[in-house]
């Protein structure tokens, strides 16, 4: 099948299994080409197959020679319908792995589900014995509790009153303004269930109860913070609530894991474009005008140079350089004074006058389609693909 990208708002229905391919070859060579990480050698990554958590996996693997269980919700191909842009980028993980003689093997299923815990638990306790790292990279807009059956579904709204902010369509590179209606408890209390900390904490609990965690085991899930002009619909908002609450969930997974040595951190991250974040309403304005000025400052990161940074130079570099809320900060060179403060500028500036010139809405687009297998010079998109593609370890 000739694979085109057929996309609606922020979501793109199509992906290309070769682009997808490339995409992940890439990242692996990234982290091929730094110094190798005297760090964890069995790895379970939930949500492994895009974003963060996807990246997460190539630096443990590429960069630590760890072996990897990766664990997501994709859809493989179906009659005429492209599988998922995760499904591919797992089975060109396994590939590239066991090229380089590294075991890799993969789940797809909620892991939400006690289910999948368990599913999960017997493939560690099979393959690997124990595990020494796990890396908790979910986003999802909804989840059904596994003991009481209520599902949860997640909201983007400021909390307290309205918002009005200004933003930009990607795709047309307009400028508008949005307004955005405050939360409900209601609201906040399934955001908070969907991305916050109790699922994390219910992993751990599962995986201590199983004993398949070895001693020091090192437990990681992501945040985000972000500059004042986010903090209407982001930190202050219903998903920052949820983020209150997975960073707590560190601490008390650090306290009720301590006799089996067990640590748990979250990591502020930098913000990348993903299929969760091109969800997020303004974020798009924001990233990229952040793309334009940390790209002329040569500090520009995605996802892969952010999870290899970390395990390099915080988690296994025997100084984790916590902040006073006790989290490792991977946006150090985003929140940087001298970022920020042409970052507000330009922002106070943006309009449809001049925003081709302030912004990297361009690179942002290129960015949202690459996370499809879209847009990449050494792809030849007029090529008949084979659309059904294999995960080596998944029947
Ligand atoms: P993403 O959409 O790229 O990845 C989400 C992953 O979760 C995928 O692997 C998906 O398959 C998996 N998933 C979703 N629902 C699932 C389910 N029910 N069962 C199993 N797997 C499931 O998202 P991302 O942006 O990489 O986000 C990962 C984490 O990083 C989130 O906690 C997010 O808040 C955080 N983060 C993101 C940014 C950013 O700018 N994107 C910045 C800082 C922190």
């Known amino acids: 099948m000739i694979i085109k990208p057929k996309f609606r ?25 730094q110094k190798r990480i005297d760090g964890a050698k069995k790895v379970l990554v939930i949500g492994a197959s895009t974003g963060y958590g996807l990246s997460s996996r190539i630096a443990a693997a590429f960069g630590c020679g760890a072996a990897t269980i990766g664990l997501f919700f994709e859809k493989p191909a179906s009659g005429n319908r492209t599988a998922s842009a995760g499904w591919y980028n797992s089975a060109a993980f396994e ?44 986003a999802s807009p909804r989840r059904t509790h596994p003991e009481t059956g209520e599902v ?28 955005i209606e405050p939360a409900d408890d ?13 699922d994390w904490e219910m992993w751990m609990a599962a995986l201590k109860s199983a004993d398949v965690l070895e001693e020091n085991a090192v437990a990681l899930a992501y945040s985000y913070v972000g500059p004042e002009m986010t903090h209407a619909v982001y930190r202050e908002g219903t998903i920052g609530r949820a983020k209150d609450d997975l960073e707590a969930a560190a601490f008390k997974i650090t306290d009720r894991l301590k006799d089996v040595g067990c640590r748990a951190f979250v990591s502020i991250n930098k913000a990348v474009v993903t299929q969760a974040s091109a969800a997020i309403p303004v974020i798009s304005l ?21 999870m290899y940074r970390m395990l390099e130079d915080r988690v296994y570099s025997g100084d984790m350089k916590l902040d006073s809320k006790g989290r490792i900060c991977m946006d150090d060179w985003e929140m940087a004074e001298s970022v920020q403060s042409e970052v507000s500028g330009l922002w106070d500036k943006a309009g449809n006058d001049n925003i081709a010139d302030i912004a990297d809405v361009e690179g942002y687009r290129a960015e949202f389609f690459k996370l499809f297998g879209f847009g990449f010079a050494a792809v030849d998109y007029s090529a008949d693909v084979e659309i059904d593609v294999k995960i080596d370890s998944i029947e």
């Open 186 to 198: 209601e609201e906040i209390r399934q955001t908070v269930a969907v991305m916050g900390g109790e």
């Open 152 to 179: 949860f579904n997640s909201v983007l709204k400021p909390i307290g009153s309205q918002y009005t902010s200004k933003t930009v369509d990607f795709h047309t590179g307009k400028v508008e303004e949005i307004t």
């Open 286 to 306: 924001y990233v990229s005008i952040l793309f334009k000025v940390m790209k002329e400052k040569n500090t520009h990161e995605g996802c892969i140079e952010q």
């Open 9 to 33: 708002g922020f979501i793109c229905t199509t992906s290309h299994p070769v682009g997808c391919e490339y995409n992940v070859r890439q990242q692996a060579e990234y982290v091929k080409k």
């Open 95 to 138: 590939k590239i792995a066991k090229e380089e003689g590294l075991y890799a093997k993969s789940i797809n299923g909620d892991a939400f589900s006690n289910e999948i815990k368990q599913q999960t638990i017997e493939l560690i306790k099979k393959d690997l014995g124990r595990i020494d790292m796990v890396i908790y990279s979910l």
